[in-house]
């Protein structure tokens, strides 16, 4: 049966929505994708047509896409990979013409690993989307409460007098470098090639003789990026895994710092704090046991990720560190759910995030009410130090999506 992302609230498979590139679907599409545009570039250079009349066919409809996702994926035990059986697919719906350059010189993890490449980079660019309003809205919170005098708490105990600018400007701080550092990462993510052990001779075979005489094989690996879009690196990464080590960090670090987010908001809706209330909806929130119950179930799905994202990351790198030879045995294959789940994860979490900033409501009287319990000699105009400093500096240092820099940015300063 498919994964419809039951046990995961939040991270929406239904075809359109954001967390859909990250489901099986997608995976094979991305596999499709990728068998495709190696198939243009051999044609290119022995003439003729390509597979993507045969790619619509297989999987243009969501339903047949559907359908030869859950058979490859039972075919996929006899082999250890669902590309074995992907390219039995293609093969026979190519006809006698395509079928020999159907993954002609290529082996499962160049297909698979530049497949999910392709998933986590169509991930990174809606999290980066959703991350990019979750920086404008902690912004707009922080400038709006600049100078309102708040309770700070410190190991669970009051604290001494802040502002809530300056802890909504301590969001900002942590969301707007986790979006430029994923946004490098993900970038930089190369295309996968090499071959049957990373030497690239099948696809020598080709370049030797017909139907691609003439041409160096790298140069028909640069060409296969171009169809991609996908840098090349200088060689292959079948068993030196630091691109997808270094996207699972930029991935678990959005999580992490959504959840300090998700956190805050949690510790501020609290019954005998009631500083904060998340944004309503039809139905968000609702207690199948407690009708008065309004549960901050964003910020709740959001600290699930935040906890769930550590453990994910680290199998990728775990998997990374007992890589062998010219292909792992099995450290590989650990890799694919952990990634698949961690982008997941981050979608979910940097949507939810967005919308929970955007909508984030302030009770003001409840803020003055506990920095007065919480410190009952504080007087009327509580010292919060350099807090509004802090506050400036930190906008002033933030690349404003909303156009121009932020408040506080010395004129001609990089963002």
Same mark, same amino acid.
């Given at each position: 049966m498919p994964d419809v992302g039951l046990l995961t609230p939040g991270a929406d498979l239904a075809p359109g929505s954001p967390a859909a590139v990250t489901d099986d679907v997608a995976v094979l599409r991305a596999m499709l994708r990728t068998e495709a545009a190696w198939v243009r570039v051999l044609a290119r250079h022995r003439g003729g047509g390509g597979l993507d009349a045969v790619v619509e066919r297989l999987a243009g409809p969501d339903a047949a896409a559907l359908d030869l996702a859950t058979r490859v994926a039972r075919a996929s035990a006899d082999g250890g990979n669902p590309v074995i059986p992907l390219v039995a697919e293609l093969r026979d719906a190519a006809g006698p013409d395509l079928a020999p350059l159907v993954h002609a010189g290529l082996t499962s993890q160049d297909v698979l690993d530049t497949?999910?490449?392709?998933?986590?980079?169509?991930?990174?660019?809606?999290?980066?989307?959703?991350?990019?309003?979750?920086?404008?809205?902690?912004?707009?919170?922080?400038?709006?409460?600049?100078?309102?005098?708040?309770?700070?708490?410190?190991?669970?105990?009051?604290?001494?007098p802040t502002t809530l600018g300056a802890r909504f400007a301590?969001?900002?701080?942590?969301?707007?470098?986790?979006?430029? #550092?994923?946004?490098?990462?993900?970038?930089?993510?190369?295309?996968?090639?090499?071959?049957?052990?990373?030497?690239?001779?099948?696809?020598?075979?080709?370049?030797?003789?017909?139907?691609?005489?003439?041409?160096?094989?790298?140069?028909?690996?640069?060409?296969?990026?171009?169809?991609?879009?996908?840098?090349?690196?200088?060689?292959?990464?079948?068993?030196?895994?630091?691109? #997808?080590?270094?996207?699972?960090?930029?991935?678990?670090?959005?999580?992490?710092?959504?959840?300090?987010?998700?956190?805050?908001?949690?510790?501020?809706?609290?019954?005998?704090?009631?500083?904060?209330?998340?944004?309503?909806?039809?139905?968000?929130?609702?207690?199948?046991?407690?009708a008065h119950k309004r549960n901050p179930v964003l910020s709740v799905l959001v600290r699930r990720s935040a906890i769930a994202a550590p453990h994910l990351a680290a199998q990728v790198l775990a998997a990374a560190g007992l890589a062998v030879d010219e292909r792992s045995d099995g450290a590989w294959h650990a890799e694919w759910p952990a990634l698949q789940q961690l982008a997941r994860h981050t979608v979910a979490s940097a949507h939810a995030v967005a919308e929970l900033l955007e909508g984030l409501e302030v009770d003001t009287d409840a803020v003055d009410r506990n920095l007065r319990a919480g410190l009952p000699d504080v007087g009327r105009a509580p010292d919060v130090g350099a807090a509004a400093a802090v506050v400036d500096r930190v906008l002033g240092r933030f690349d404003d999506s909303a156009g121009g820099p932020a408040r506080g940015r010395r004129a001609g300063e990089e963002p």
């Open positions: 497949a999910l490449v392709l998933v986590l980079r169509d991930a990174a660019g809606n999290i980066r989307a959703d991350l990019r309003r979750a920086v404008t809205a902690a912004a707009r919170l922080a400038e709006d409460h600049r100078g309102r005098p708040a309770l700070g708490r410190t190991l669970a105990q009051a604290a001494v301590g969001w900002l701080q942590g969301l707007d470098p986790a979006r430029a #550092f994923l946004a490098e990462t993900a970038e930089a993510l190369p295309l996968a090639y090499g071959g049957a052990a990373g030497e690239l001779s099948g696809v020598s075979d080709l370049a030797d003789g017909d139907p691609v005489a003439d041409c160096d094989p790298l140069a028909l690996v640069e060409a296969w990026g171009d169809e991609l879009g996908l840098p090349v690196g200088p060689g292959p990464w079948h068993v030196t895994r630091t691109p #997808f080590v270094r996207l699972a960090s930029a991935l678990a670090e959005v999580c992490v710092v959504l959840g300090k987010v998700a956190n805050d908001v949690l510790q501020g809706v609290r019954p005998g704090v009631g500083e904060l209330r998340e944004p309503a909806a039809p139905g968000r929130g609702a207690s199948s046991a407690m």
